[in-house]
């Protein structure tokens, strides 16, 4: 196993294994013992440890007023806790296909009680057909120990997520360690249903994370911009900051003035 630190917990479902490691800093949620699902920092149990969690954040830049998002993909719960703890009105779904990942998350990764959060254990395609919330961002973070979920780049599932945003909302979808084949699949059927409102940039990770507007990608000076991102960053505690200029920088051109 390529992950260091000591087996904790465990358990298995029809769907396979789950592991926790624990090492001196951190705890790792793993779903085959070799790739990193989640961590959390034991110091800093809010925080997303990971890059590609804090470069999905990139989506609240554009969105004035939160007050309803939806995380498809539980995992951890290290989005769902950072922005629990940020905001202090925000009402968070979580979506999560495993209960017994749900388990794990409340007993070893300190997920909150609170009525501001609803977890719903169903598969991410059934519940944003059914739903009736309406999200300012959906994140949509769809893996399991085989790599990314198909449904992550199916015309259906993007579409049914378009439909679940509020009016001026953005769906932020994590993509990694995708086929060329399966990659330009997915950038045909976003280009289709988004009508090319689309951003994109390349994560530390690697990790391309694409934000997908229900309608037009705002305007934003990059003045404005560096003061939201600050903002965030000190709400947050993420580096936001360095994400605004690494977007600016490969992506302003469709959503900024100078």
């Excluded at 998002?69 to 703890?85: F, P, Q």
């Excluded at 779904?93 to 959060?117: G, M, S, W």
């Excluded at 949509?140 to 679940?164: F, I």
Aim: charged share 20%; with cysteine; net charge neutral.
């Amino acid at each position: 196993m390529n992950i260091r630190g000591i087996c904790i917990a465990s358990t298995a479902d029809e769907h396979g294994p789950i592991y926790v490691y624990q090492t001196r800093t951190s705890r790792i949620l793993s779903f085959d013992g070799m790739i990193y699902q989640s961590s959390m920092k034991l110091n800093n149990i809010h925080g997303l440890d990971l890059a590609y969690t804090q470069g999905m954040m990139v989506g609240l830049f554009f969105i004035p007023n939160i007050n309803t998002l939806t995380v498809m993909g539980l995992g951890a719960g290290s989005m769902v806790k950072n922005l629990l703890h940020s905001f202090p009105k925000l009402n968070v779904h979580a979506v999560e296909y495993r209960e017994a990942v749900a388990n794990i998350t409340k007993k070893y990764f300190y997920l909150p009680d609170t009525d501001r959060l609803c977890v719903h254990i169903d598969d991410a395609m059934h519940y944003i057909k059914h739903t009736d919330v309406k999200s300012d961002v959906i994140f949509s973070d769809l893996y399991n120990e085989k790599g990314m979920d198909p449904q992550q780049v199916a015309s259906t599932y993007l579409r049914d997520c378009k439909n679940g945003l509020s009016e001026h909302g953005v769906l932020v979808l994590n993509i990694w360690n995708t086929a060329l084949e399966s990659q330009k699949e997915l950038n045909d059927l976003l280009a289709l249903e988004f009508k090319n409102r689309l951003l994109s940039f390349e994560a530390e990770s690697g990790n391309t994370i694409v934000l997908a507007f229900k309608n037009d990608i705002p305007v934003i000076k990059r003045k404005a911009l560096l003061v939201k991102a600050k903002y965030l960053q000190e709400k947050m505690n993420i580096p936001m900051e360095r994400y605004a200029k690494l977007l600016w920088s490969t992506q302003g051109n469709k959503f900024g003035v100078d």
